[in-house]
């Protein structure tokens, strides 16, 4: 028998599609198993202002195909502080919560792991559910899929667009600190540059590449720039790619936050449910501090130390980009 009878999960930071399946997997192992289990509304907002509700089996039908998170989610900068981890953790005291599943990305779990540390009574684990990809020890991480997916059907219909009338667009996606997302998306729409954060691309040479020579066949090119990239924004970028690049007519477009959306796909349904599955059998085991994630299609723990401490040795992969490059002239 597990000495935790009660887990409460939540959702926090940005939302990702995959965080629905997820949500239904972990409410209904942890029942399966004689657990009871609390909703959390908002991430970390609700452990604080105690908005949580007791979950049945029933409270997560039909579900799998949403989008979004149905426990709604949060930037909480009050959990940021002493006083407000205090609250929330007196919150789940009053409500005899033993445990945590916490669904995010590297800011929900260094609040989650800060947390642990000062109340360590309260067992945590992280389900890694973020569109960028960002965390070291799952190869992937809930929503990527789907958000990818959703940018590579924008990026198409983009395409058909600019080769009607031979322009170049600039499009910026999704990715604060993570070049994930444009360089699978780069691939697949077979963009001409990629620009990430992770890797520097001088202007220069971009401007040389869509200038002649390389691209100078083609009529219309793609560049993809991530959100996080260093070059000053995307609109700064064409401007300065305008004064330079005269043969084409050129377009911006930011895809926003309509990458964010969507019926989760088939592999994040599957995700998000392996991963729910998991944390809750971490749980059980008497597992605190981890993060269940993804390697060579094997669910595995890793601690939430080391996801985060190891996140910048999580590079993107320069075979790829080199890749990407070779096959777009
Ligand atoms: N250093 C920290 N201490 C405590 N809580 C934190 C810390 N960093 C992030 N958090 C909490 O985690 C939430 C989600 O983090 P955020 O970076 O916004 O998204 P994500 O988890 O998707 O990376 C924050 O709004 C905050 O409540
Ligand atoms: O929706 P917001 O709060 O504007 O945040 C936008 C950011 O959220 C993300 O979509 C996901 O990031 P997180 O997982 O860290 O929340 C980033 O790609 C983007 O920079
Ligand atoms: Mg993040």
């Known amino acids: 028998m597990p000495d935790i009878s009660k887990i409460a999960v939540l959702t926090s930071g940005g939302d990702a599609p995959g965080m ?37 089996r029933r409270s997560v039908s039909n579900i799998l195909n949403l989008g979004g998170t149905i426990l709604k989610t949060a930037r909480c900068m009050e959990f940021h502080t002493d006083e407000g981890m205090e609250k929330a953790y007196q919150n789940l005291k009053k409500r005899g919560i033993q445990a945590l599943v916490v669904i995010g990305g590297d800011g929900t779990f260094t609040g989650a792991l800060r947390f642990s540390k000062k109340y360590p009574d309260i067992k945590v684990i992280g389900v890694p559910g973020t569109i960028d990809n960002d965390l070291y020890g799952s190869t992937y991480t809930l929503g990527f899929d789907t958000a990818t997916n959703t940018v590579i059907d924008a990026i198409d219909k983009i395409r058909d667009t600019a080769d009607a009338h031979d322009r170049l667009f600039f499009i910026e996606v999704m990715g604060r600190d993570s070049g994930a997302i444009a360089l699978r998306a780069g691939i697949c729409c077979g963009a001409e540059a990629i620009l990430l954060p992770e890797k520097e691309t001088a202007i220069e040479d971009l401007i040389k590449g869509l200038k002649g020579g390389e691209y100078d066949t083609k009529t219309s090119s793609i560049v993809i720039v991530a959100e996080g990239d260093k070059n000053g924004g995307v609109y700064d970028i064409a401007q300065k790619v305008k004064k330079e690049v005269t043969h084409y007519d050129i377009k911006v477009t930011i895809l926003g936050h309509l990458q964010r959306g969507g019926a989760p796909s088939a592999f994040d349904r599957i995700l998000g449910s392996r991963l729910g599955f998991a944390a809750v059998n971490a749980l059980i085991k008497g597992e605190s501090q981890q993060m269940v994630g993804l ?16 996140k910048d040795k999580f590079k993107l992969e320069d ?5 990407a490059h070779v096959l777009s002239i």
Do not use: W
């Open 20 to 56: 629905n399946p997820c949500i239904r997997a972990v409410v209904r192992t942890a029942i399966f198993n004689g657990l009871e289990v609390t909703g959390i509304k908002q991430g970390y907002k609700g452990m604080i202002e105690d908005d949580m509700q007791d979950m049945q």
């Open 319 to 323: 075979d790829l980009l080199e890749m």
């Open 295 to 310: 390697e060579a299609n094997v669910i595995r723990l890793v601690s939430l130390e080391k996801a985060l401490n190891q």
